[in-house]
């Protein structure tokens, strides 16, 4: 069965701290992963799409890279607009167009 | 222009009713899902139906029923609710095929339902 597990749960940093967020995948052929942003109340919102192992995509202080294993999400010079749960989800070569999520990092970035 | 809409935004009910929560999308797309968020932020898949055929069905009580008039219409029903039922209900939206899939879900803002 695809899993996904993210670390850590939670990370509060200052703003100007960058940091990265880990996404551990288990999967039987991965044909996608995903990262998202969720803020309160509302619906997660895309962020990254990789689909090889040495992929990486970069978006203003945002950065996804992907290993056989797992993903990280690199945050550079973070600032409060930035406080968010980012979630991680995998698509397999099953299930359709299943997609399974981790259960997020919620970040907090302090001025 | 929302590209896909839930409603009810809250939902506040009793043990034992029957409620529904609508959704739509705009987008053109011909594949729609229903996960559940649970206190903790997992976001698990229910359903999901392709030009108005259930493709996924996931473990889920049969209390609840999905059914979608036509490809832009995705409702969810539940029956005699319980209290574990409380969560976030979150409706989603992606092409399917020739599509582009590389954007993953168009997510709709969700449906906060609270069983008392």
């Given amino acids: 069965e695809d899993q996904v597990t993210q670390s850590p749960e939670a990370l509060r940093l200052q703003e100007g701290e960058s940091s990265s967020l880990n996404c551990s995948y288990t999967v039987s052929g991965l044909r996608g992963l995903f990262w998202y942003r969720q803020d309160p109340g509302k619906g997660p919102e895309f962020l990254f799409t990789l689909y090889s192992a040495g992929e990486e995509k970069e978006k203003e202080r945002l950065k996804a890279t992907l290993t056989k294993k797992e993903s990280f999400l690199h945050i550079t010079a973070p600032k409060p607009e930035d406080s968010a749960t980012y979630l991680c989800a995998v698509r397999s070569n099953t299930g359709f167009q299943k997609l399974v999520f981790g259960t997020g990092t919620r970040l907090l970035v302090s001025p | ?116």
């Avoid at chain 2, 959704?23 to 229903?34: P, V």
């Avoid at chain 2, 409706?91 to 168009?106: I, K, L, N, W």
């Fill in chain 2, 1 to 116: 222009d929302t590209a896909v809409s839930q409603t009810p935004k809250y939902l506040v009910t009793q043990m034992g009713n029957d409620k529904s929560i609508k959704c739509e999308q705009n987008l053109g797309h011909d594949t729609m899902y229903w996960y559940k968020q649970d206190s903790k932020k997992f976001l698990k898949i229910m359903f999901s139906y392709n030009n108005k055929e259930l493709i996924i069905n996931e473990t889920v009580p049969n209390r609840f029923s999905p059914k979608s008039p036509d490809k832009a219409h995705l409702n969810l029903h539940i029956n005699s609710l319980e209290l574990g039922d409380s969560a976030v209900y979150f409706c989603a939206s992606s092409p399917t095929g020739t599509g582009d899939f590389s954007y993953g879900y168009t997510f709709g803002s969700g449906t906060r339902l609270t069983v008392v």
